[in-house]
């Protein structure tokens, strides 16, 4: 079995989500894709790190305040 790699997994989302349009007019592309993988990224994160708040800020870039906005945000707290 291959790895796969996020760009790879992006890649076929993306071409995937663009061909089921089927001529439709696409627009906003780019906030619909950031603001639908925020909160799963996030989650898979938090349960990776069983749920520690710190270490998950550590691992995503954030800090602590930031990642509870967020968790708040996304209904995950």
């Known amino acids: 079995m291959t790895k796969k790699t996020i760009v790879e997994s992006v890649q076929r989302s993306v071409a995937d989500y663009l061909n089921t349009m089927d001529g439709h007019e696409v627009n906003g ?28 800020a550590e691992i995503l870039g954030l800090n602590r305040g930031t990642l509870r906005r967020k968790l708040r945000k996304h209904r995950l707290l």
């Open 29 to 56: 592309l780019y906030d619909m894709v950031m603001s639908e993988v925020e909160a799963p990224l996030i989650e898979c994160v938090l349960n990776f790190t069983n749920n520690n708040q710190s270490q998950t």
